[in-house]
């Protein structure tokens, strides 16, 4: 309804819809403007100037508070479709690894400080005459009792960047091979192989010999990398592992990653002063220690390079490389007394063989040396009967070639040319069948030895997970747990 400029109410005619009011062009007139808003209410009339005009409104304007969108910016990637997870996250967890997942597994499991284990994956990888045994003592005595040669020193420790900074080794070209650690838990192995792919007459086996002449010209991160990603080393190392290793390796590298990612998208703030982190946040690492062309050479790792402690003045290096170890020790020792020491020394089983097998020569050589003169000549006291030698040769996994191509030690062939009776055969049999006796035991301990290695390791690959988890659901499902929590 409009108004007229009299006052009085004058019914206006509906319009179509199509059409809108005409705007009256008197002066100083009411005009009924009806703007709407979105939500249809109408506003109040507006007295309006025939000369002005309502001005358009301005263009809006950024200003600094308003956030503007970055034309450099990329779109957001569409986010990949998760794998379907299994029903039962446990039971998966617990299920056995199959050898073709660990070999195409590319993590490294966190391996304990056990020489039963360390001599496995050497013998897995080829490795042939080499021991690892522990060192429970740096007294010199101790040192000497190690079976010869020794062929290098592994010395655990719990790694801190700030109590471990080392001298910068100046770069020459002389040097040991040497591969960096370049992976998470590989620490063991590298030190392990440091030291093998160093020592002379060592037989490695066709792999680990054909690795180290591939990658004897690379640098030592190169050298690390490649050792890294070789699935024949890396599945021999993570051997032992079950797959809640692995699962907990790729965890903790997620973590890592995401801790990374996390502290890169802070904003830059004012320096803080250094914060420490505690020493149980710094896992365990393993040291070499090597003889190499006259010299003793620490192989860790962590550094870019060997570094070169000393030459060797005597026969035993380890007379270098004792201090060095004593010195980490006593700079630790404030903060941790955990530490290990474990020597790579040639197998006993070797030397022990080429003992029994040159006593049983030497005993032959009596024998005929004795009857040479009479005919009858019998010995008091036999290490074993012709009939039993085979077998007895097969109880210490020796064959009748090398008893064969056995010799007769010089000395006793020195003594035997001065046998002159019976009585002194006699003696000196009876004293090589001593000595072979103490021998053979030594053999047989040492086989024993071996034969709980394995069984460790046996042990240590053994997934009991599922077991137990299954004996604790029956004790669930009895209600025994309930009442154990209760109590």
């Known amino acids: 309804m409009a ?22 062009d008197g002066p100083a007139s009411l005009v009924d403007q009806t703007p709407t808003r979105r939500s249809t209410r109408r506003i109040k009339p507006t007295r309006l100037s025939p000369t002005v005009t309502k001005p358009a409104p301005p263009e809006p304007t950024h200003t600094t508070r308003e956030t503007r969108r970055n034309p450099k910016r990329k779109a957001a990637e569409p986010s990949k479709t998760l794998p379907r997870l299994p029903d039962n996250l446990l039971v998966e967890a617990l299920r056995p690894l199959k050898p ?72 020459s070209e002389e040097s040991p091979w040497f591969a960096n650690q370049t992976i998470h838990n590989a620490c063991a192995t590298v030190a392990l192989l440091n030291i093998v792919m160093n020592a002379p007459d060592v037989d490695l086996g066709p792999q680990l010999e054909s690795f180290r002449e591939s990658t004897r010209e690379l640098s030592t991160a190169l050298r690390g990398h ?21 699962l907990n390796a790729d965890l903790s ?55 070169k402690l000393g030459p060797v003045d005597s026969d035993d290096w380890t007379t270098v490389a004792r201090p060095e170890i004593e010195a980490r020790m006593l700079q630790y020792e404030d903060s941790q007394l955990q530490f290990s020491l474990q020597a790579l020394c040639q197998n006993p089983l070797t030397l022990y063989g080429a003992r029994v097998a040159e006593g049983l020569a030497s005993l032959q050589a009596i024998e005929t040396t004795a009857r040479s003169r009479h005919a009858t000549w019998q010995p008091l006291s036999t290490l074993v009967s012709e009939e039993e030698l085979p077998s007895f040769l097969a109880d210490l996994r020796l064959d009748a070639d090398t008893v064969e191509r056995a010799s007769v030690p010089q000395t006793i062939h ?66 025994v747990l309930e009442g154990m929590v209760s109590s």
């Open 253 to 307: 590298l997620e973590n890592e990653s995401r801790a990374s990612k996390t502290k890169k998208s802070r904003t830059k703030a004012a320096p803080k002063k250094r914060k420490l982190k505690n020493l149980d946040d710094y896992a365990f690492h393993f040291v070499a220690y090597v003889p190499w062309q006259g010299h003793v050479w620490e192989l860790d790792g962590l550094q870019t390079k060997p570094r």
């Open 100 to 171: 073709a997942e660990i070999e195409e597994w590319e993590g490294w499991v966190e391996l304990e400080s056990e020489p039963a284990f360390f001599n496995i994956i050497l013998r897995d990888l080829g490795v042939k005459n080499v021991k690892v045994q522990e060192v429970y003592s740096l007294d010199q005595a101790l040192m000497d009792m190690m079976p010869k040669p020794v062929f290098g020193l592994v010395f655990l420790f719990q790694y801190h960047p700030m109590l471990d900074e080392r001298e910068e080794q100046e770069d």
């Open 414 to 479: 020195n003594r035997l040319e001065k046998v002159a009776t019976d009585d002194e055969a006699q003696l000196l049999y009876e004293e090589i069948v001593k000595e072979t006796k103490a021998t053979v035991g030594e053999y047989r301990a040492e086989l024993l030895s071996m034969a709980e290695d394995e069984q460790r390791v046996k042990g240590r690959r053994k997934n009991y997970g599922p077991t137990l988890h299954r004996w604790v659901t029956k004790l669930a499902e009895k209600g």
């Open 3 to 24: 108004l007229s400029l009299t006052g009085e109410k004058s019914p206006t005619p509906p319009l179509p819809e199509s059409q809108s009011p005409e705007k009256p």
């Open 226 to 246: 490649r050792l890294s990603s070789n699935k024949f080393i890396r599945s021999t190392h993570n051997s032992f592992s079950r797959r809640m290793d692995h």
